[in-house]
């Protein structure tokens, strides 16, 4: 039996973009082991670092700033304060690094063979969940722990417990939206990349993870409201363990501008891979 | 290596390539001062690394050292009401930030010093010393950045408070001290992150992160006082501890610090010297091999 091969042009726009990342889903997982590979060859501690890496931060940082500096955690033990900060912030943290470092990364397959680029940035993400699934781990152990030690149920254990989910998927739309316009501007300046680690651990500061929003003094609390992932990380926490305060507005104003961010962030993709790829 | 009699009259030059006679440390640094003027290529180089193929160009220095300064001390400031030793924060942050960042940049540029030069190592010799040496340059882009933020922030408080808070003092002298051990420090450790980075890719990670660690067990954004006296022993141990609490000693008056952790620390920064200068000419050339 023979094959009939049609070569055509791609057909542009954003709506085809999705519809072709549906088509060639399967190439995901392959594309997000790359991914890890590359990123721990010629280490000395290999895959250790995907331990080290989430588990090592939050430990020390419980100790500085829980049992040194009293940080205030809306009357939870710290450690899971933190812990379930942690979990959220690096959905979104982790992920937006490793979808700006998608094409570039992936620049000797682009070069070789055609498949949808748009799929690249997503399955770059993958070890991203790696991540979380590690850390979520330990966050049930943590919680496990805590729980037996003071006798009480630290979850909410309602159906509230949704809008802990609702925050975990924004965060992650976020950081795909933000990725649609990073990794086009990754692939073609170096420096992009740099910029974002330091970019992140300024962002990192400004959101609640280290510290409850409730602690931040009143007149600032409201500009600390414009960033989304304030409000995301709140919402989290709230949704998990009932503590902190719920922002329906600004949740529902966050969900909105994320829609349109990804919207935009497809249809800038949409239109300027074909250009990143074939400048190079 | 340009032997000792190698003679470059005008006419004829004559190149005699010979193996290093002297192996010893004496040897080592005399060569260092033979090429000094290459030191200061590679540090202009260093430094244009920086802001080299970015948009904004040195700005980028600028707003990559400012923004974390005013973010940091209203978040750990304002939000976490860390304690600060009578000052406003803001001055107090800024103050631990100089002698830290002396030694945090300087470090992880200096760990850069043989992986960004290896192209140019597989062509021609330099005294690989040199390398760590002048890619610490870029480090103190930073710091410099700090203090004169500090002397504005002095300055402010001066004319809207009315409070100058760091008073001439031959105390002044002990902040010069703590500065220049702390980048002796760097230096001794770059002597053996460099070697190591030029093998596997994670150390470059593994030196960002531990000092990204060793920061929060520094008194760096608070002050030792926080620490419970039973544990400050333990704080102590950490040989950055006294010349940052030795640099604030100096620059605010009323402060406590301890002379006998600063010449601790003095210690450690010698025998890592002496150590690291050991361990880099010992590896140098199996290193240059493998590249």
Sequence with gaps: ?280 | MLGKNASLSPERQTWVIDALEDQGLGARVREVWQYRRILRFFSAKSVQALYRKTYLGPWWILIRTLVPLGVGSFVFGSVMNVPSAGVPYFLFFLIGQVPWNCFDGPLIRGSRGIEVNRDLLTKLYVPRIILPMGQMSAGLVEPVIIVLVMIASLVYYRVYDNVWYVPLRVELLACVASVLLVMVFAFSLSLWTSVWQARARDVRFAVRYVLAFWMMFTPVIYPLSTVPANLRWLMNLNPMTAPIETFRWGMLPGLEHSWGWFGYAVGVTLVTLAAGVWHFARTEAITMDKM
């Excluded at chain 1, 919680?143 to 924004?170: E, F, K, N, P, T």
């Excluded at chain 1, 990073?182 to 992009?192: A, C, F, M, Q, V």
């Design chain 1, 1 to 280: 039996m023979t094959q009939r091969w049609e070569v055509t042009p791609r057909y542009p726009g954003a709506g085809a973009t999705l519809v072709e990342v549906w088509q060639y889903r399967r190439l995901m997982g392959f594309i997000g082991d790359r991914a890890l590979r590359k990123q721990y060859r010629r280490t000395v501690l290999g895959w250790l670092w995907l331990f080290i890496n989430p588990l090592f931060p939050i430990a020390l940082r419980a100790v500085i700033f829980g049992a040194l500096l009293g940080v205030g955690s809306n009357g939870l033990p710290y450690f899971l304060f933190l812990l379930a900060g942690t979990v959220i912030w690096d959905v979104f943290a982790t992920s937006l690094n490793w979808g700006t470092r998608a094409l570039e990364m992936n620049r000797d397959l682009t070069s070789q063979i055609y498949h949808p680029r748009a799929l690249l940035t997503i399955g770059n993400m993958t070890p991203a969940f790696l991540n979380l699934g590690l850390k979520v781990g330990v966050f049930a152990l943590a919680l496990a722990y805590y729980s037996i030690r003071d006798g009480r149920g630290y979850l909410r254990g309602d159906w509230s417990m949704l809008w802990a989910l609702a925050a975990l998927v924004l965060a992650f739309l976020l950081s795909l939206a933000f990725s649609m316009f990073t990794s086009i501007w990754g692939e073609r300046l170096r420096d992009i990349r740099f910029g974002l680690g330091q970019l992140l651990s300024v962002w990192y500061l400004l959101t609640p993870v280290l510290y409850p929003l409730s602690q931040v003094p009143p007149e600032h609390r409201d500009w600390m409201l414009l960033n989304p992932l304030a409000i995301i990380v709140e919402t989290f926490k709230w949704g998990l363990f009932g503590v902190g305060e719920f922002y329906p507005n600004a949740l529902g104003g966050t969900a909105a501008g994320v829609v349109l961010l990804l919207t935009g962030g497809l249809i800038y993709f949409a239109r300027t891979e074909a250009r990143t790829i074939a400048e190079r």
